[in-house]
């Protein structure tokens, strides 16, 4: 074996980790070819019981012949030196060395405030000068222990601003672990940290991670538990049967004795099933491993926000590292989300009067150990069905009538007011149809017992889907109204990265109306509209018309359930979208011209990828298009990897991962010329965009 395949050897993770823990505490290493030698002190001996000389290798062969430590994955030598790294832990705190670049001026710092952080109803002025301060970081990572039949650990991590909790943007942590430390501490003033708040708000996205993850663990082993409960309950009932066989023809004594022995196979059933479902019950528990505490270079920008004759003052910071704002949090409730200049003070969208209230905080100290719901099986129905008998908020207090429309009938309504006519149409039949299930959103609730008869399940899955129905013809009421007299709740309600909440980012409180094609000043005053029957693994679909200015103006909302109220996540000029395709439906509606090169101009300048899409694709595919890659773009716009391409060359690949899942049959080929870059380079940064979108059928953008 040659040299460089030795040195490949002492890389392997685990021999390279025992390594640098035996030099550590004092023991002296010396490669030799496929093995290392090592020379141990006296605490390494008596720790873990070794001899003062030994000889470690990852060769099977050459730990067979020779009679060296194995010293691979799972050998107890590893678990026990990690286990003695992971309860001391590492904590500290570092201080960032001052960048030698002249940070960017007052003035400068303002323009650019003015631009990247919207404020609605509000002006932002200066309220002094940029001063340089020191801002603390919170960089905390845990070992995640997964318990899903078979034990087994994960690192997670997360980067938190000391002061607000809120996540750092992702190039500032790729800055942050490059960056060089200072001895001491600098002579320039820091900001004092909110260590209880960031603490507590990294804890609950760590374990909000986690959870995430043994959904997915729990959701692939379901079918080995129900296989193991298959073979379980076939083989005592097989049992069962064999007694009760011998039972019929036996002599009453024998009769006695069988029963008994018949009862306790069903004991030993019940008790054996029950310990199957233990072993498959998914859980999982945290121990925090690394908390380091960083100082890190910044300029403290003093603002006020005005609104009129009234001011709000409030500081942004500009992170030095990444050369980019902090998000600023909600004065009133902490939430990173757009700020409102009301009336009386600065607050969030949730925070204004009338809003549902602020959004709730995390719990600090959540459970040590975890265990959701075992994930359901095929023939589970939806979650929300669960909640079909307790109506909740304004979407549950209608009559009863409001939610017996079968799915699928027709309902009209005035704009304004909107009074829904309901038509009666027969219930469709549970006869032959395949039992659909619902995608199940986040907070959402639970999941249904199982129904075991299947007439009883047809009924049940019957009723949801009024349920369902009887939900999106009034969400289509109720959205349309809201849209007219500028409520916020559609848009609050919307997901961060959804096409809803772009639209309205581009087109303030008409985007809903511009992405039917609806121009500035033209308003609906009828509708007509039906709910699709749910189907497995999508959005609801609500579509329908609306009728403007002598026009009939196509619509779709795709929307689920957050907590029993409607969320819609995408407005389509189509009412037939049912599936996110709209391409197969017939591209150009009545307001054709209007979604294409008639479309209105953003209200907010776009950044370059965006503005390639925009220039390219408006003309050449639509708006709707556009949008759904302007909101893909937006999960992803700040990752470190796609800075290696160019704008037109990401904005090519967005719109031909994009297209292709909405329908569009554009080859790779036909899109770099029409962007008018490299072939080659498009399908390198469609590679890296995927990887980091995760597109598929079920998510579009």
């Known amino acids: 074996m040659t040299e ?8 392997e993770p685990g021999l390279r980790f025992w390594l640098h823990y035996a030099e550590r505490e004092g023991a002296l290493t010396e490669e030799a070819g496929d093995r290392s030698l090592m020379v141990l002190p006296q605490s390494l001996q008596e720790r873990f019981g070794l001899g003062e000389t030994m000889v470690v290798t990852t060769d099977p062969d050459l730990a067979r012949e020779d009679g060296a430590v ?4 799972g050998h107890p030598l590893l678990d026990a030196a990690a286990g003695r790294v992971l309860d001391e832990g590492d904590a500290g705190a570092v201080w960032l060395a001052w960048p030698v670049k002249p940070p960017p001026a007052t003035a400068d710092l303002l323009a650019k405030a003015r631009d990247q952080i919207g404020i609605e109803h509000g002006r932002i002025d200066p309220g002094g000068e940029a001063l340089p301060r020191y801002a603390p970081v919170l960089r905390v990572g845990v070992q995640v222990t997964y318990f899903v039949r078979d034990r087994f650990y994960e690192r997670e991590e997360v980067w938190v601003d000391g002061c607000t909790g809120l996540a750092l943007p992702p190039r500032l942590e790729q800055h942050l672990i490059t960056l060089a430390h200072v001895e001491g501490r600098p002579q320039r003033l820091a900001v004092d940290p909110d260590l209880e708040l960031a603490l507590g708000r990294a804890h609950a996205r760590l374990t909000a991670r986690a959870s995430a993850r043994l959904a997915i663990l729990a959701s692939d082993s379901a079918s080995a538990r129900e296989d193991e409960l298959k073979l379980a309950a076939a083989y005592y009932e097989a049992a069962l049967d064999s007694i009760a066989e011998r039972a019929r023809g036996a002599l009453p004594e024998r009769q006695r004795l069988l029963g008994a022995q018949a009862e306790i196979t069903r004991g030993e059933r019940a008790r054996r099933l029950e310990e199957i479902r233990e072993v498959f019950q998914p859980a999982y528990e945290v121990r925090p491993v690394r908390l380091h505490l960083l100082w890190v270079p910044t300029m403290h920008l003093p603002v006020v926000v005005r609104r009129g004759e009234r001011e709000f003052p409030c500081a942004l910071r500009w992170w030095l590292p990444a050369a980019e704002f902090a998000p600023l949090p909600c004065p009133n409730c902490g939430a990173c989300a757009p ?3 009301a009336r009386d003070r600065l607050v969030c969208e949730s925070c204004l009067p009338g809003s549902p209230g602020p959004r709730a905080v995390a719990a600090v100290e959540p459970p040590t150990s975890v265990q959701p719901p075992v994930a359901p099986a095929e023939n589970e129905l939806p979650a929300e069905t669960k909640a079909a008998a307790q109506p909740e908020l304004p979407w549950e207090a209608e009559t009863a009538s409001d939610h017996q429309a079968p799915p699928g ?9 909107f009074r829904s006519s309901r038509q009666s149409a027969p219930p469709p039949t549970a006869a032959g149809r395949r039992v659909a299930v619902s995608p199940t959103p986040a907070g959402s609730g639970g999941v249904l017992p199982r129904v075991h008869d299947q007439a009883e399940q047809f009924r049940e899955h019957e009723r949801w889907c009024q349920r ?8 289509a009421v ?5 849209v007219i007299s500028h409520d916020s709740w559609p848009r609050k309600r919307a997901e961060a990265h ?3 909440r772009l639209l309205y980012q581009l087109y303030g409180e008409g985007g809903p109306l511009r992405a039917v094609g609806m121009l500035p ?7 007509h509209f039906a709910t699709e029957e749910p189907e497995q693994g999508r959005l609801h679909f609500t579509g329908g018309g609306l009728k403007a200015g002598g026009s009939v103006y196509s619509f779709g909302l795709r929307w689920h359930l957050v907590a029993g109220k409607p969320a819609v996540e995408e407005v389509l000029p189509y009412a037939d979208a049912v599936d996110g395709r709209f391409a197969s439906s017939g591209w150009l509606p009545t307001a054709g011209p209007q979604l294409h090169e008639w479309a209105p101009k953003p209200r907010s300048p776009l950044d370059p990828v965006g503005m390639a899409v925009w220039n390219v694709d408006l003309s050449e595919v639509g708006l709707p298009l556009v949008i759904r890659c302007l909101a893909a773009w937006s999960r992803v716009a700040y990752e470190p990897a796609l800075e290696q391409f160019t704008p037109a060359a990401t904005g090519a690949a967005l719109a031909s991962l994009v297209g292709r899942r909405a329908g569009f049959n554009r080859t790779r080929v036909e899109v770099a010329d029409d962007y008018g870059v490299d072939l080659e380079e498009v399908k390198a940064a469609a590679r890296s965009l995927q990887g980091l979108l995760q597109l598929s059928a079920t998510r579009l953008w």
């Open 468 to 475: 369902i129905s009887g939900i999106g013809n009034k969400l």
């Open 339 to 341: 700020l409102v200049a």
């Open 521 to 527: 000043g033209v308003l609906p005053t009828e509708s």
């Open 409 to 417: 009938s027709n309902q009209s309504a005035a704009l304004p007011p």
């Open 478 to 482: 109720d959205f349309w109204q809201a």
């Open 498 to 500: 959804s096409p809803l």
């Open 70 to 73: 194995l010293l691979i994955p």
């Open 4 to 11: 460089g395949s030795a040195s490949d050897r002492n890389r």
